[in-house]
């Protein structure tokens, strides 16, 4: 651990990376450490984790804080994509950190805008949905993948969580639909991107299309990070994920993407 303390680039992160259990405990660790000590990712996971307005652990904010510095020294307008945004956690975060470091960067974010299960029928009544797991069975696989979101205005909060850092809007465009829609991918299609974060539908079958849908329009060199897929990884301080989505992540071809960092569940691909 001594040794990637001191270390400040993404580049000196990966070149120090070892798929180990003790150094995926200790990078998680140690990342969550530097959220904290830079004040404005600290308020900024302080505020999602009261409002409970987003997903994820703490230390992937500071893994997006490298990402992004990383990819600045491109010189030009960062494209990033978000799938799966639920109340703008990612995307106002990326919007934070491009103002404090000065970077341009212009944000895609795919997502329905909407939840999937009415509250009432899934979080107020544990038997109901017991018993309606057991006679339907997308309800239980839906629980299985972590593919349950109540009914709530997502693009009310997502404007919430930009205003709570001062942020707005401008540079973000939202696309309301599934990744996997014909509709929302002929909207991106002709399009490039220097980042790809993953984090919508966790099944099997949809986090491997959207590998496979989006990768296409990723730049070379650019990276892709997949999220909940480190199931089959070593490492025992953090929650590793979903077996479905993971299991999408290990079929990624080693020819064309090196993993290159995992921060907990969050896996680092690069474009080769
Ligand atoms: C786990 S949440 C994302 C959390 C968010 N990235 C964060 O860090 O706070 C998953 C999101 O994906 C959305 N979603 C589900 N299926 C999707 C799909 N096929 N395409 C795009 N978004 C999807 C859900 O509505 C939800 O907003």
């Not at 001594?2 to 180990?20: C, L, R, S, W």
């Not at 904290?36 to 505020?47: A, E, G, V, Y």
């Not at 945004?85 to 990612?90: D, E, N, R, S």
Request: with cysteine; glycine share 6%; net charge neutral.
């Amino acid at each position: 651990m001594e040794k990637i303390t001191k270390m400040h680039t993404f580049q000196d992160y990966v070149k120090a990376y070892q798929n180990t259990e003790k150094h995926n405990d200790d990078i998680w660790e140690l990342f969550k450490d530097k959220v904290d000590s830079i004040q404005f990712l600290k308020n900024h996971r302080d505020d999602i984790e009261e409002r409970l307005a987003g997903f994820g652990d703490r230390s992937f904010h500071f893994m997006w804080y490298l990402l992004l510095q990383e990819l600045s020294t491109l010189h030009r307008d960062i494209q990033c994509l978000e799938i799966g945004i639920f109340k703008g956690q990612v995307i106002s975060l990326w919007a934070l950190i491009a103002r404090e470091l000065k970077i341009p960067i212009k944000t895609t974010g795919i997502s329905p805008l909407d939840g999937n299960y009415p509250d009432i029928l899934i979080f107020r009544n544990y038997y109901l949905r017991r018993i309606l797991s057991l006679i339907i069975p997308s309800i239980k696989k839906d629980f299985k993948n972590g593919n349950i979101h109540i009914k709530e205005d997502f693009t009310k909060h997502i404007k919430i969580t930009f205003e709570q850092s001062n942020l707005n809007l401008e540079n973000v465009e939202l696309i309301k639909g599934f990744s996997n829609d014909a509709t929302v991918l002929s909207k991106v299609k002709d399009r490039k991107f220097d980042l790809v974060y993953i984090d919508g539908d966790h099944s099997y079958e949809i986090a491997k299309q959207d590998i496979e849908n989006y990768t296409p329009l990723l730049n070379k060199g650019g990276f892709m990070v997949l999220d909940d897929s480190s199931y089959f990884s070593p490492g025992s301080k953090f929650f590793k994920g979903i077996e479905s989505c993971s299991k999408a992540a290990e079929e990624i071809d080693p020819s064309k993407f090196k993993n290159v960092l995992n921060i907990g569940h969050n896996r680092v691909f690069q474009k080769l």
